[in-house]
């Protein structure tokens, strides 16, 4: 969570506060809602590696996400998010990082369509 020693921390680092927050974890609907919640309303942007986040049961971790993304966090990838990050394929770090996202991970079963979405009722 966005506590005063945390808080302090990021202010040691980066003189004052970053204009944006990476966050994954375990619990998403605890611990990652609850940081992210305080890093929002401490005007600091939100990018949450859906793919890196978990709950116990999956329904907490998506129902989370969907509040997430509703509070104004960006929810992606962890593809999406490094690549993000890298900027273009000229970042001098492309090269080695690019045969690491290659590899597939574990499917979540996130975003799975709803039965509206497929056309039921």
């Known amino acids: 969570m966005f ?3 945390v808080e302090n921390k990021i202010k040691e680092i980066f003189g004052d506060k970053p204009k944006t927050a ?3 974890g375990v619990e998403t609907h605890v611990c990652i809602e609850q940081t992210a919640f305080d ?3 401490n005007s600091i942007d939100v990018w949450l ?5 978990a709950s116990r049961l999956n329904q907490d971790r998506d129902l989370a996400l969907e509040r997430l993304r ?4 960006i929810i992606a990838s962890a593809e ?8 273009d394929k000229d970042h001098e770090s492309f090269k080695k990082i690019a045969p690491l996202v290659k ?3 574990t499917e979540l079963n996130l975003w799975q369509p709803t039965a509206t979405a497929k056309g039921k009722n």
């Open 3 to 5: 506590v005063p020693p």
């Open 22 to 24: 990476v966050l994954f």
């Open 39 to 41: 890093l929002i309303n």
């Open 49 to 53: 590696v859906a793919d890196c986040s």
């Open 70 to 73: 509703h509070i104004g966090c």
């Open 80 to 87: 999406s998010i490094i690549f993000n990050l890298l900027g």
């Open 103 to 105: 590899k597939v991970s």
